[in-house]
């Protein structure tokens, strides 16, 4: 017993276990999603987060210190922002044919992603620095942070509410747009990428390369639009 | 495979870099993206490695995120107490936007480019 609990306090120190865990749970929950037929709720993030949570919490293990190991992870999300462009560039040709409808339907899309955040928001009786926290919830993490700062929201915050739009629309966004009756890659890549960021953009790249350019694209595009509108809007509406 | 990396953490510097002198709000990676972009239009092709590395990243690119999702344990108390009114918040919207911004661009795009064969 002794020496299981000196393994683990050595263990702990180190980022390895933390790091490890992290992508075992993922790549258990990759198969779990896989065998239960790509079911909605399976969502491998969304059970990978919640495994996570339950066991940090039954080891007491502080957010922080998971952090320390899981680190290296989060830091592949800046290349892979990047690398974003590689499928894109595949996709120039369509890019430069509907560059009108991509722009009209980003601006809607933005639009209606913050207005609708701080209409249901407000209506539920959200109030004060969570409503504010909420509004840029569809951009990628930091620049959604950044924009919570900026308009006296709680940035750490603004970050759950921003993983959470993403899983959601992850996990509802394609079944959802099928079931209306649009089949289109590069409509369903789109509004995924402007409702649900980088975790729609990887759902979109699972569904097709054209779906996650064009869900890579508008993550981008919607990022930079938000990061304009919204303060205008918070001043527009007096919060 | 190395050089490619080393190509995206180049461009992520840069990137970085540049924002940081003129204050732009964006996030450094995002603005790699645009000049990798630009690049590779004017190239015309990308180099076969360097695609097969951008690919094997972004098939992944959903476990990057789990990390950051955790740090909901840090605010557990305050979305436990509001939880009803969040979540239906982030269901609707998220819902909202996405249903609008496809039927925009589905209905803009004219019926040649509609893709219908994909499942």
Redesign the interface.
Known sequence: MHSITQIWVYLAEQPLLWLTVTVGVYWLCQQLYRAGGEFPLLNPVLISVTILVVLLAATGTPYQEYFDGAQFISFLLGPATVALAVPLAGEAATLKRLWLPITVALTVGSLTAILSALGIGWMLGLKGQMLLSMLPKSVTTPIAMGISDQIGGIPSLTAVFVILTGIAGAAIGIPLLQSLGLRDPVAKGFALGVGSHGIGTARAFEHSDKAGAFSGLAMGLNGALTAILVPLIVWLFGL | MIAS?AA??V??LV?TIIIRLTGL??????L??????VF??WRGT?PAP??A???G???N???????????????LH??AE?W???????????????????????W???AA????D?A
């Open positions: 990396i995206l953490l461009l992520q990137g709000p964006l996030p450094g990676p995002v790699g993206m645009l000049i990798l972009f590779l239009l990308t360097f695609e590395t951008t690919r990243l972004l098939r690119l959903a476990l990057l995120f789990v990390p950051a999702g955790v740090g909901i344990i840090t605010h305050a979305v509001q009803v009114a969040l979540s239906i918040t982030i269901m609707a919207s998220g819902a909202l936007a996405i249903v609008v911004t496809g039927f925009v661009l589905h803009l795009m004219p480019e509609r893709d219908t994909e």
